[in-house]
T-cell receptor, first 111, second 115 residues
Framework: DAGVTQSPTHLIKTRGQQVTLRCSPK?????VSWYQQALGQGPQFIFQ???????QRGNFPDRFSGHQFPNYSSELNVNALLLGDSALYLC??????????FGQGTRLTVV | AQSVAQPEDQVNVAEGNPLTVKCTYS??????LFWYVQYPNRGLQFLLK??????LVKGSYGFEAEFNKSQTSFHLKKPSALVSDSALYFC?????????????FGRGTSLIVHP
């Protein structure tokens, strides 16, 4: 049983560009959450998707957007990249209310 | 509102000795509590959770945690530390009655186990 998979594992982008990160949830999970983890910090919640709708959102600007597909996979899009967007982006899947299972993350570097 | 605090940035322990990583929480209602471990450049791995029932929760890799409602704590413990336990540990809390599906994570505690 594959766990949560994220792609790509590493990414380098230039300021002002746009980026799309992808996540496939653990089999049977219907809920996907995205987190940003800066160096030396705990994961910060970006948003959560359930039934293809954004169910809850953290304190992130509108430059951060997402999508969930009918097969429960998800994308995170970030527009107009800033240097401060450099971080490890984590995807977590769960059943509603259950514990989250995390992917290995995508390391985004903005130069 | 829900919040969690991990008062120690780093915990050092000798291999074979018991370890404790501290966590305190704040919620309006009843808490769901979680511990995760993160190895370098990897995602978080679930260790254990407390939802209800027995205050002592057993999890993966020999770890356990004790829920203490009066002290609002959920400390992670292991009777005998291994060098391979060295990693970053995160405590998380979700307020069951707060209407949120999202746990709040602490800043993490770096556990270093010395040979």
């Amino acid at each position: 049983d594959a766990g949560v998979t994220q792609s790509p594992t590493h990414l380098i982008k230039t300021r002002g560009q746009q980026v799309t990160l992808r996540c496939s949830p653990k089999s049977g999970h219907d809920t996907v959450s995205w987190y940003q983890q800066a160096l030396g910090q705990g994961p910060q919640f970006i948003f959560q998707y359930y039934e293809e709708e954004e169910r809850q959102r953290g304190n992130f600007p509108d430059r951060f957007s997402g999508h969930q597909f009918p097969n429960y996979s998800s994308e995170l899009n970030v527009n107009a990249l800033l240097l401060g967007d450099s971080a490890l982006y984590l995807c977590a899947s769960s059943l509603t209310g259950g514990e989250a299972f995390f992917g290995q993350g995508t390391r985004l570097t903005v130069v | 509102a829900q919040s969690v605090a991990q008062p120690e940035d780093q915990v050092n322990v000798a291999e074979g000795n018991p370890l404790t990583v501290k966590c305190t929480y704040s919620v309006s209602g009843n808490p769901y509590l979680f511990w995760y471990v993160q190895y370098p450049n990897r995602g978080l791995q679930f260790l254990l959770k407390y939802i209800t029932g027995d205050n002592l929760v057993k999890g993966s890799y020999g770890f356990e945690a004790e829920f203490n409602k009066s002290q609002t704590s959920f400390h992670l413990k292991k009777p005998s530390a291994l060098v391979s336990d060295s990693a970053l540990y995160f405590c998380a809390v979700r307020d069951i009655s707060g209407g949120s599906y999202i746990p709040t994570f602490g800043r993490g505690t770096s556990l270093i186990v010395h040979p």
